[in-house]
T-cell receptor, first 112, second 119 residues
Framework: EDQVTQSPEALRLQEGESSSLNCSYT??????LFWYRQDPGKGPEFLFT???AGEEKEKERLKATLTKKESFLHITAPKPEDSATYLC?????????????FGKGTLLTVNP | DTGVSQDPRHKITKRGQNVTFRCDPI?????LYWYRQTLGQGPEFLTY????????KSRLLSDRFSAERPKGSFSTLEIQRTEQGDSAMYLC?????????????????FGAGSRLTVL
């Protein structure tokens, strides 16, 4: 069965304290791996898509990387406004290539 | 285009009542999805439309749930005889189907969600 596991479940950082979130996946065929940000009471907001091992993408303080088994979301010098739940999702190759399967997310809190 | 719109944003109902949610996708998007999200969990896939055709329904979607997308534009999700276990955030998303990997294919854009509370 296809699985997406995110760790840690929750992470509390001080402002400026860099860290990484992990997303490990077990799927039969990966078409793409997606990172979303979700603020309380809102829908997920798209951040990145990664398609092949070794690929990296950056946006402001965030950098996403991909290997054959996992993805990392690196947060450099975070600010309180980076506090949110970060969701990882996979899109499979083949017949189900239209939908996303999500992990449970990592709740990030950045204290000033 | 203001993105994916969902209505209502919040719905409180009594057990046994019927509720209906509406989703207006991004106008040029031909794919529309419904997901359900409960507290502390990631969104779970419910159903998917390509234009007006409903192409997949999750096992999570019991026969009390029905979704439509007439004319391939807006969509409705109806829950009949609601149960307390139906309490969740119902998320709608849309995407534009593109061929090929790495082409930005199928990036889902989500709406703000409709939160259902069943008393």
């Amino acid at each position: 069965e296809d699985q997406v596991t995110q760790s840690p479940e929750a992470l509390r950082l001080q402002e400026g304290e860099s860290s990484s979130l992990n997303c490990s996946y077990t799927v039969s065929g990966l078409r793409g791996l997606f990172w979303y940000r979700q603020d309380p009471g809102k829908g997920p907001e798209f951040l990145f898509t990664l398609y092949s091992a070794g690929e990296e993408k950056e946006k402001e303080r965030l950098k996403a990387t991909l290997t054959k088994k996992e993805s990392f979301l690196h947060i450099t010098a975070p600010k309180p406004e980076d506090s949110a739940t970060y969701l990882c999702a996979v899109q499979l190759s083949g017949g189900s290539n239209y939908k996303l399967t999500f992990g449970k997310g990592t709740l990030l809190t950045v204290n000033p | 285009d203001t993105g994916v719109s969902q209505d209502p944003r919040h719905k409180i109902t009594k057990r046994g009542q019927n509720v209906t949610f509406r989703c207006d996708p991004i106008s040029e998007h031909n794919r529309l999805y419904w997901y359900r999200q409960t507290l502390g969990q990631g969104p779970e896939f419910l159903t998917y439309f390509q234009n007006e055709a409903q192409l997949e329904k999750s096992r999570l979607l019991s026969d009390r749930f029905s979704a439509e997308r007439p004319k391939g534009s807006f969509s409705t999700l109806e829950i009949q005889r609601t149960e307390q276990g139906d309490s969740a955030m119902y998320l709608c998303a849309s995407s534009l189907a593109r061929a090929g990997v790495g082409s930005g294919a199928n990036v889902l854009t989500f709406g703000a969600g409709s939160r259902l509370t069943v008393l």
